[in-house]
T-cell receptor, first 114, second 114 residues
C-alpha cells in the first residue's frame, strides 16, 4: 500500500522568506510524485511532477521539488514567498503499476504574512 | 470542452435522500477519477474509470456510493440515502491516459447533507 505524509497542516512564512513544504511517501516501487495547489475558491492545479530522470523538478510560479529516494521525500520549495502563494498544497503519489490513481497527502495550508 | 465540468457546483440535500453528481471530462480524455475532499481529512480517492470500465472501486466508502460512465465521456456519481458524513467537496479529474499523465481537475461539487 502507498501512503503520502505531509508534515505540518499549516505553514506560515513572511513575504520574501523561503517556502519549504515537506512531503514523504512510502511505496513498494518508486512512484510518480506530484504537487498540486488549490487557491481559494478554485480547483486543483498541477504545480510540478516527478516521473523519471532529473531529480530536481521545476514547476510553475517559481516552485521546485527534489526527489530524494534515500529519504523517500519530495519536499516543495520556493526561494522567496509572495502573497499570492497563499493556498493549500497537496503532495500526491501514483504507483505506475496500478495506473494513475493518486494517493494524496493531507495537505498543507500556506499562509504568507506581509 | 475546455476543461473538466462538474454539476451542480453546490448541492444541499436532506439526510436520506439520493443525490447525483455529474462530471463532464475534457474531450478525448480516456481516464476519469472521482475524489472526495472532506473537511480536515484531505483528498480521498473514490473510483477510477478507464473508458467505461472501473478497474478499481475499492475507494468507494460504502455500498451507498456508485458511479458509472457512459460513452467514455460523462460520469455520474450517485450517493443513495445520504448521511451527514457524506458532506464534502466531490472532485472529478480526467487525464489523457492512465500512466502518469497530467490530471485536470474540475471545480468540484460542494455537497451538504442536513
Amino acid at each position: 500500500a502507498q501512503s503520502v505524509t505531509q508534515l505540518g497542516s499549516h505553514v506560515s512564512v513572511s513575504e520574501g522568506a523561503l517556502v519549504l513544504l515537506r512531503c514523504n511517501y512510502s511505496s513498494s516501487v518508486p512512484p510518480y510524485l506530484f504537487w498540486y495547489v488549490q487557491y481559494p475558491n478554485q480547483g486543483l492545479q498541477l504545480l510540478l511532477k516527478y516521473t523519471t530522470g532529473a531529480t530536481l523538478v521545476k514547476g510553475i510560479n517559481g516552485f521546485e521539488a527534489e526527489f530524494k529516494k534515500s529519504e523517500t521525500s519530495f519536499h516543495l520549495t520556493k526561494p522567496s514567498a509572495h502573497m499570492s502563494d497563499a493556498a493549500e498544497y497537496f503532495c500526491a503519489a501514483s504507483n505506475n503499476n496500478a495506473g494513475n490513481m493518486l494517493t494524496f497527502g493531507g495537505g498543507t495550508r500556506l499562509m504568507v504574512k506581509p | 470542452g475546455a476543461g473538466v465540468s462538474q454539476s451542480p457546483s453546490n448541492k444541499v440535500t436532506e439526510k436520506g435522500k439520493d443525490v447525483e453528481l455529474r462530471c463532464d471530462p475534457i474531450s478525448g480524455h480516456t481516464a476519469l477519477y472521482w475524489y472526495r475532499q472532506s473537511l480536515g481529512q484531505g483528498l480521498e480517492f473514490l473510483i477510477y474509470f478507464q473508458g467505461n470500465s472501473a478497474p478499481d472501486k475499492s475507494g468507494l466508502p460504502s455500498d451507498r456510493f456508485s458511479a458509472e460512465r457512459t460513452g467514455g465521456s460523462v460520469s455520474t456519481l450517485t450517493i443513495q440515502r445520504t448521511q451527514q458524513e457524506d458532506s464534502a467537496v466531490y472532485l472529478c479529474a480526467s487525464s489523457l491516459g492512465a500512466r502518469g499523465e497530467k490530471l485536470f481537475f474540475g471545480s468540484g461539487t460542494q455537497l451538504s447533507v442536513l
